[in-house]
Protein backbone atom coordinates (compact mmCIF):
# COMPACT_ATOMS: atom_id res chain seq x y z
CA UNK A 1 0.00 0.00 0.00
CA UNK A 2 1.24 3.25 -1.08
CA UNK A 3 1.14 6.19 1.14
CA UNK A 4 2.51 10.31 0.89
CA UNK A 5 3.04 12.04 4.39
CA UNK A 6 3.58 15.68 4.50
CA UNK A 7 5.41 17.15 7.10
CA UNK A 8 6.64 20.97 7.38
CA UNK A 9 3.33 22.96 7.87
CA UNK A 10 2.74 25.34 11.03
CA UNK A 11 2.46 28.92 11.63
CA UNK A 12 4.68 31.36 10.13
CA UNK A 13 4.36 35.46 10.04
CA UNK A 14 4.02 37.11 7.08
CA UNK A 15 7.47 37.64 4.89
CA UNK A 16 8.69 34.37 6.47
CA UNK A 17 9.55 30.92 4.92
CA UNK A 18 8.78 27.06 5.47
CA UNK A 19 10.27 23.83 3.70
CA UNK A 20 7.63 21.23 3.21
CA UNK A 21 8.50 17.83 2.66
CA UNK A 22 5.88 14.94 1.47
CA UNK A 23 7.79 11.40 1.28
CA UNK A 24 6.09 8.32 -0.62
CA UNK A 25 6.49 5.21 1.01
CA UNK A 26 5.29 1.29 0.07
CA UNK A 27 5.40 0.07 -3.37
CA UNK A 28 5.34 2.71 -5.59
CA UNK A 29 7.64 2.60 -8.56
CA UNK A 30 8.64 4.63 -11.35
CA UNK A 31 7.39 8.09 -10.19
CA UNK A 32 6.24 10.16 -12.68
CA UNK A 33 4.94 14.05 -11.89
CA UNK A 34 5.26 15.06 -8.41
CA UNK A 35 3.63 17.97 -7.15
CA UNK A 36 1.68 20.43 -4.38
CA UNK A 37 -1.48 21.53 -4.25
CA UNK A 38 -3.52 23.81 -1.70
CA UNK A 39 -6.89 24.27 -0.34
CA UNK A 40 -7.65 27.34 1.40
CA UNK A 41 -10.76 27.52 4.01
CA UNK A 42 -14.23 27.93 2.06
CA UNK A 43 -12.39 27.43 -1.45
CA UNK A 44 -11.65 24.36 -3.62
CA UNK A 45 -8.46 22.55 -4.21
CA UNK A 46 -5.92 24.56 -6.28
CA UNK A 47 -2.63 23.40 -8.35
CA UNK A 48 0.40 25.28 -7.14
CA UNK A 49 3.62 23.67 -7.97
CA UNK A 50 4.70 21.17 -9.82
CA UNK A 51 8.10 18.93 -11.20
CA UNK A 52 8.52 16.16 -13.96
CA UNK A 53 10.73 13.13 -13.80
CA UNK A 54 12.67 15.17 -15.68
CA UNK A 55 13.12 18.06 -13.48
CA UNK A 56 10.97 20.48 -15.29
CA UNK A 57 9.31 22.93 -12.88
CA UNK A 58 6.39 24.99 -13.36
CA UNK A 59 4.14 27.28 -10.82
CA UNK A 60 0.99 28.72 -10.58
CA UNK A 61 0.97 32.78 -11.01
CA UNK A 62 0.46 33.35 -7.59
CA UNK A 63 3.33 31.55 -6.08
CA UNK A 64 6.05 32.19 -9.27
CA UNK A 65 9.17 33.86 -7.41
CA UNK A 66 8.28 32.65 -4.14
CA UNK A 67 8.30 28.92 -4.11
CA UNK A 68 10.44 26.46 -5.09
CA UNK A 69 9.88 22.88 -5.69
CA UNK A 70 12.22 19.88 -5.94
CA UNK A 71 12.57 16.45 -5.38
CA UNK A 72 14.93 13.57 -4.65
CA UNK A 73 14.34 10.74 -6.16
CA UNK A 74 16.04 8.81 -4.42
CA UNK A 75 13.84 9.19 -1.46
CA UNK A 76 10.57 9.02 -3.51
CA UNK A 77 10.89 12.73 -2.13
CA UNK A 78 9.60 15.85 -3.10
CA UNK A 79 9.94 19.38 -1.83
CA UNK A 80 8.40 22.92 -1.65
CA UNK A 81 10.14 25.78 -0.39
CA UNK A 82 7.95 28.69 0.60
CA UNK A 83 9.28 32.39 0.94
CA UNK A 84 8.06 35.73 1.49
CA UNK A 85 5.19 33.99 2.87
CA UNK A 86 1.71 36.22 2.84
CA UNK A 87 -1.64 35.53 4.48
CA UNK A 88 -3.56 34.39 1.46
CA UNK A 89 -1.04 31.46 1.64
CA UNK A 90 -2.39 29.85 4.22
CA UNK A 91 -4.29 26.60 3.50
CA UNK A 92 -4.01 22.90 3.72
CA UNK A 93 -1.07 21.57 1.66
CA UNK A 94 -1.60 18.53 0.19
CA UNK A 95 1.36 16.53 -2.23
CA UNK A 96 0.34 14.23 -5.22
CA UNK A 97 2.70 11.93 -7.06
CA UNK A 98 1.98 9.80 -10.30
CA UNK A 99 2.70 6.30 -11.51
CA UNK A 100 1.90 3.94 -13.87
CA UNK A 101 -1.43 5.60 -14.71
CA UNK A 102 -2.52 5.96 -10.33
CA UNK A 103 -2.31 8.98 -8.56
CA UNK A 104 -1.42 9.58 -5.32
CA UNK A 105 -2.40 11.93 -2.47
CA UNK A 106 -0.77 12.75 1.09
CA UNK A 107 -3.66 13.78 3.74
CA UNK A 108 -2.36 17.12 3.88
CA UNK A 109 -0.46 19.42 6.26
CA UNK A 110 -1.68 22.94 7.04
CA UNK A 111 0.51 26.13 7.02
CA UNK A 112 -0.94 29.10 8.79
CA UNK A 113 0.70 32.77 7.70
CA UNK A 114 -0.68 35.21 10.12
CA UNK A 115 1.18 37.91 12.52
Known amino acids: QVQLVESGGGLVQPGGSLRLSCGAS????????MGWFRQAPGKEREWVAG???????SYADSVKGRFAISRDNAKNTVYLQMNNLRPEDTAVYYC?????????WGKGTLVTVSS
Open 96 to 104: KMSSEGIDY
Open 51 to 57: IASGGSR
Open 26 to 33: GSIFRIGA
